[in-house]
């Protein structure tokens, strides 16, 4: 029987760059956007020749790409050998292959299930990967089609569409680099892996995922499956990249929305060794670690909503802008550390007024309705204007100290970029978030996590999105349909390209 685990895309909106280094928060919204893997036997009998017994197949399969990528993994190693062509295979997901499998066979272990658990195994493990359109930049197959850039065109592009991918470009050294898909952003590695191992653990037996109850509630797991999951989904996306980030993306993909603050890089030193231990040893050393993360529930406060847009101007490389910003705080330490000392001062600052507005929501709704559906009619200049008594206008004091703390935090990226030599907030991103900033009903407007040419947000009050976006569209930003959703990890009810078959019929075909 098929098991599909999903796992969400993740949006920064504050905590870029600070992050990275304890004990600095940042403030992750989990989306709508979703990877889904689907693991399932490749057959239904176990092959009792004596290969199998040392070996078994695994078959990945990624639809969206038109590849499927075949491998033989050691039952004693846990290591893959690919037995197809090499451009079909994805670190991300051999990296959660071998750790997951390697983890499930030291847990099954010491459960005394091990029997099941090579039952399974020899059964070869057929997976399938696809994930959300939203995931992937459709802008140059909207303009070649000549549509509008519109949050109605994306909306005709068929469920888990094909991808394509960006023309070569020329290295330094003359080189062809191999091409890269479009992306918006989203942490697609990120939430890939996460899925990938949550599958895995579900379909060996080794831990229960939550699921959406009939409330809209996530129900049926434990914090310990949950922990399992990303410490594994944690590991495997590190090595896989060959470093060790701030790990946010991951953990928004386990657990949802939330404020977060990064793990100890030592906690992997392990898993780092080169030359050193086998992986049943690492995975037994990663299993006893004592991960130090913290994470906090979140969300927007209701009557808000999360936009999304493509600027369409050009991709950026996070891992050369954060170098960049790093090789800046060495060189100008004392100019550094005030510039962070100041954005993580604003940071707190906007975090405060977001879960005041959150409070007033619980104990005052009525009148916080009231007032998120008056001002969204209006620009910021004229909400005090909205409030009629005391309770009503501290909502409106916290709505505009959270825009003024995220116009401080504006200032002081642009301020890091200039120093740091990197387009953290390009000048043409400026102008299209002052003049977002100005709309009637929007809070804040900026750029997510490391910045750059990507992607753009804002945060809107009541029924404003529409117009926001409207205006987007005029400026040539394509609005994205993906939005804030707070739920990590889940176990789907099924395959969902078999949901999304209805509303394909009258889809474009754009590839």
Not at 465 to 478: E, F, H, M, P, R
């Amino acid at each position: 029987m098929a098991v599909v685990a999903s796992a969400p895309g993740k949006v920064l909106i504050t905590g870029g760059y600070l992050i990275l280094e304890r004990p600095n928060p940042g403030i992750v919204l989990s989306t709508t956007a979703r990877f889904y893997a689907i693991v399932k036997p490749i057959r239904e009998e176990i092959d009792s020749g004596s290969w199998a017994w040392a070996w078994t197949d695994v078959k990945v399969s990624s639809p969206q790409l038109s590849r499927e990528a075949a491998y033989k993994m050691s039952l004693k190693h846990f290591t893959l050998q690919c037995t197809s062509s090499r451009d079909s295979s994805n670190p991300f997901v051999e990296r959660a292959l071998e750790y997951t499998v390697a983890a499930a066979k030291a847990i099954s272990s010491d459960k005394g299930t091990s029997d099941q658990l090579n039952r399974l195994l020899l059964q070869g493990l057929d997976i399938t990967i696809i994930g959300s359109n939203d995931f992937y930049s459709y802008r140059s197959q909207l303009e070649a089609h000549g549509l509008p850039l519109t949050s109605a065109s994306l909306e005709l592009l068929p469920p888990f569409s094909l991808i394509t991918f960006n023309e070569d470009n020329e290295t330094q050294g003359g080189a062809k680099s191999k091409p890269e898909v479009a992306k918006t952003g989203l942490g697609s590695s990120a939430a890939m892996t996460t899925s990938v191992v949550a599958a895995l653990l579900r379909y060996l037996g080794i831990v229960g995922l939550p699921f959406v109850s009939k409330d809209g509630t996530a129900a049926g797991t434990t914090d310990s499956d949950l922990s399992l999951v990303h410490a594994i989904a944690q590991t495997a996306h590190c090595i896989a990249q060959g470093k060790i980030g701030s790990g946010f993306d991951v953990c928004a993909a386990v657990y949802g929305s939330q404020r977060y603050v990064r793990f100890s890089p030592s906690v992997l030193s392990s898993a780092q060794a080169v030359g050193g231990k086998q992986l049943p040893d690492v995975i037994n050393d990663i299993l006893k670690e004592k991960w130090d993360h913290e994470k906090l529930s979140f969300s927007l406060p209701p009557l808000m909503s999360l936009l999304l847009g493509e600027p369409g101007t050009g991709g950026s490389s996070t891992p050369s802008m954060v170098g960049s910003v790093k090789q800046w705080q060495k060189s100008d330490p004392q100019k550094s550390a005030e510039t962070w000392t100041r954005l993580a001062n604003a940071n707190s600052m906007l975090e405060l007024e977001l879960n005041k507005l959150n409070k007033f929501a619980l104990e005052q709704w009525d009148l916080y309705k009231h007032v998120i559906s008056n001002c969204s009619g209006y620009s910021h200049e004229k909400w005090v204007e909205q409030a009629t008594d005391q309770t009503q206008e501290s909502i409106v004091k916290s709505l505009l100290g959270a825009r003024e703390a995220f116009v401080e935090i504006r200032f002081q990226m642009q301020l890091m970029g200039k120093e740091a030599g990197v387009p953290i907030e390009p000048e043409s991103q400026t102008q299209l978030l002052d003049a977002t900033m100005s709309m009637r009903g929007v809070l804040l407007a900026g750029v997510p996590g490391a910045g750059g040419y990507d992607a753009v947000f804002a945060i809107i009050l009541g029924e404003s999105t529409g117009t926001v976006s409207d205006a987007w569209s005029s400026q040539g930003v394509l609005p994205l349909l993906v939005r804030e959703n707070p739920h990590g990890v889940l176990l789907e009810d099924g395959d969902p390209r078999t949901r999304e078959v209805s509303s394909s019929i009258a889809s474009i075909n754009i590839n």
